[in-house]
């Protein structure tokens, strides 16, 4: 399984970050994990046309993470050779077949297709859930402490690899059960300090979490400007776990 930083920033526009995204490959399959805003360009200068995606992953619906779906959808329809048949299927937690809904009211057969369908599968909000992905992958998902659906992602591949997305998320006990002894943790670290509303994680809840669940390798990401990296990675590798910020294009395999 390949796992590759497609977006490791914010909303908050920067040259060289853009928003969330995340890209997961396994045997012949490319999954796009969350897309905010821009993700179509960033996967083309990765060598990945998004009309060629086998489907998408979301740890909620917030704009930062999923801006890019009605793009998706609408170029899956246009500027192809061989018009496309096959579905596109999205993973999400539950609400978001009811928000697709509500982009096609919107924007109608901009986005829709008589050629493919666009079959969503929810996934609790009040407990565990389990889906088997294209490539032999297997999604397995935690409630995320957030908001719009949250949850917690973690991708198993055939060969054994384990990776985990924390989503946004404040601190919570299921994120640390998921990541407990895995491959790769790709967390967001938002805030420098405690977050006032519990819904992102600063240096010492990340530090925490790594502690608690003690991956392989652990990369930051979403870091809003006011949290300085540098002093955030020290925190953080305190633990003696392996830590680094995650960039745009950043891969990991394994």
Not at 72 to 101: Q, S
Not at 218 to 234: G, K, M, Q, R, S
Request: aromatic share 8%; charged share 20%; hydrophobic share 40%.
């Amino acid at each position: 399984m390949k796992f590759t930083i497609v977006g490791s920033g914010t909303l908050v526009p920067d040259a060289d970050r853009g928003s969330a995204g995340f890209l997961v490959e396994e045997q012949g399959t490319r999954l796009l994990v969350d897309g905010g805003s821009g993700t179509i360009t960033r996967l083309k200068k990765l060598g990945v046309d998004a009309r060629e995606l086998d489907g998408g992953i979301y740890s909620h619906r917030h704009v930062d993470h999923c801006a890019d779906l009605v793009p998706i959808l609408f170029a899956l329809k246009v500027g192809v050779d061989i018009p496309r048949t096959r579905d596109y299927p999205i993973w999400a937690g539950e609400g978001f077949h009811a928000f697709l809904e509500g982009l096609y009211s919107t924007y109608g057969t901009w986005i829709r297709s008589d050629r493919w369908t666009t079959q969503v599968t929810e996934l609790s909000l009040g407990g565990p859930g389990r889906a088997l992905l294209p490539g032999g992958v297997v999604l397995d998902t935690l409630p995320a402490n957030h908001s719009a659906g949250a949850l917690h992602l973690r991708f198993t591949s055939p060969s054994g690899f384990t990776a985990v997305f924390s989503g946004d998320t404040g601190p919570n006990e299921n994120l640390a059960i998921l990541a407990s002894g895995v491959d790769l943790l790709v967390t967001e670290c938002a805030v420098p300090g405690k977050d006032p509303w519990d819904s992102h994680l600063s240096p010492d809840d990340v530090a925490a979490l790594v502690d608690a669940a003690r991956p392989r390798r652990v990369i930051l990401t979403h870091l809003y400007p006011e949290n300085d990296p540098v002093a955030a990675l020290a925190r953080v590798a305190r633990v003696g776990v392996p830590v680094e910020r995650g960039y745009d294009g950043l891969a990991v395999e394994g």
